[in-house]
């Protein structure tokens, strides 16, 4: 542990520091005490302070990827630097897709400095889609900057407690470690009553035990470390118990964000969560992919599906490629989609006015079809899925009359209609100028004269 207050909180408390005041060997009683305050759930709240989802029990929502370093230009194919306007447009885009619940920091701008790329990311968020955010800061320093800009929308310390805005994301680092800045955050956030995901990033084989039980376990105690050091810092904070596990692949020696072991592992801490009555965030419906293909269709579906199905809470993921290092609008207006079929599987089969059967069955008979009976009217929302645009369900020769456009090109256009049907956010002037003022004195510390133009009434 590299974080000096946290090293005195747990030394305080009955911990055995050793190795050089870095060490830190953490009683089980330190733990138990953190699993009693902490609370088994929260709700997250728009910018507008309207309750939009619960994280709790089998509760199941989901939220795109965040931290890439490319965002993927659908003319070009190629993954490059992303800038502001990618952001300002995804954060439109994510304002319409019904089926994400919050939107994240997805990618970072390479148009401002550094020192505030992770501020502005949250800044055009809050500016332009209502949604709720999953969040980080790089850096200690920046943490201040985000909150701040949180205060500017929901006005006090009191509301922001009362109405959780955002869920700032804390990863330990693998092996079994904490770095000077995310503990830092960690302590910072559960002060002041930001919920947190802590994030273990074991990586099979690699950074922890190539058995997926040896990682588990490895993922769990950096987590219960996290936890208790959150729980002590302010008993009560919320929480979220999460992961980015993933298999290490020697032969690209890179981390297989999309193999099924790395699904399976998402799933497995879930679990060891829910059993120790937490709620759940693991990263889920990701690819390794570069392109929207069929690797990315393949590697996106079973494992957004598998998550949903294992119950957890906040599922992080869509739109992401590369490792984690590139994002795609339009695989996320994709995967919207695989969303959407995801949280259908998990309201399972229910009957609906289908006993007796008999007549219903009568009629069926009397009819040869049932297009027009009065129970699939009734149903037949509820019942079956119905995607959007992107997915298409017609013949070949209807596929052919419309243009036989390919996933990526229904993509772009669907892309493109959200983008276009976008309306200004509904925050009020007051709280767009003081966040703006708020974001203009962090890039004048920077030494950025100006942020970039943006297109955000």
Avoid at 255 to 270: H, R
Avoid at 379 to 393: K, S
Wanted: proline fraction near 7%.
């Amino acid at each position: 542990l590299h974080v000096p207050e946290g090293i005195d909180l747990l030394a305080a408390h009955g911990a055995a520091v050793e190795d050089g005041g870095t060490r830190v060997k953490i009683p089980g009683n330190l733990v138990d005490r953190a699993l009693a305050s902490v609370p088994r759930g929260f709700a997250l709240h728009d910018v507008l302070g309207n309750a939009t989802h619960d994280l709790s029990g089998d509760e199941v929502h989901f939220t795109p990827g965040s931290a890439a370093i490319r965002v993927l230009d659908p003319k070009t194919g190629v993954l490059r630097p992303p800038a502001t306007a990618d952001y300002v447009r995804y954060a439109k885009l994510v304002a319409g897709l019904p089926h994400l619940a919050a939107q994240s920091t997805a990618f970072v701008p390479a148009d401002v400095p550094p020192e505030i790329s992770d501020s502005y990311r949250l800044f055009l968020g809050l500016l332009a889609c209502e949604k709720p955010v999953v969040t980080g800061a790089f850096t200690a320093e920046a943490f201040r900057v985000m909150v701040d800009l949180l205060l500017a929308v929901r006005g006090t310390e009191a509301a922001l407690r009362a109405r959780p805005l955002a869920v700032f994301t804390c990863c330990p680092t693998a092996p079994l470690a904490w770095s000077e800045a995310t503990g830092r955050n960690l302590l910072d956030c559960a002060r002041a009553g930001v919920p947190v995901e802590v994030v273990a990033v074991p990586l099979a084989g690699f950074l922890s035990p190539v058995t997926l039980t040896g990682t588990l376990v490895q993922g769990a105690a950096e987590n219960l470390s996290g936890l208790v050091l959150h729980q002590l810092a302010a008993p009560g904070a919320p929480f979220l118990w999460g992961t980015s596990a993933a298999v290490f692949d020697i032969r690209s020696e890179a981390a297989a964000t999309g193999a099924i072991e790395t699904a399976m592992l998402t799933c497995g801490m879930a679990e060891l969560g829910k059993r120790l009555g937490l709620p759940t965030q693991g990263y889920a419906g990701v690819s390794d992919a570069k392109e929207l293909d069929a690797q990315a269709g393949l590697e996106t579906s079973s494992g957004a599906l598998l998550a949903a199905l294992a119950g957890v809470n906040a599922i992080s993921g869509p739109g992401l490629l590369d490792l984690d290092n590139g994002f795609s609008l339009e695989k996320l207006a994709v995967d919207d989609e695989l969303c959407g079929m995801a949280l259908r599987a998990v309201r399972g089969i229910e009957p609906r006015d289908d006993f007796p059967a008999l007549p219903l069955l009568g009629e069926l008979l009397a009819e040869k079809h049932l297009l027009i009976a009065k129970h699939t009217r009734r149903h037949l929302r509820a019942e079956i899925t119905f995607p959007g645009p992107v997915v298409d369900r017609s013949g070949e020769a209807r596929w052919r009359a419309d243009g036989a456009e390919s996933l990526l090109a229904r993509a772009a256009r669907e892309v493109d209609r959200r983008v276009a049907a976008w309306a200004p956010s509904r925050l009020p002037e007051s709280a767009k100028r003081d966040l703006a003022a708020v974001m203009e004195s962090a890039a004048r510390r920077a030494g950025l004269d100006a942020l970039p133009a943006r297109e955000v009434a």
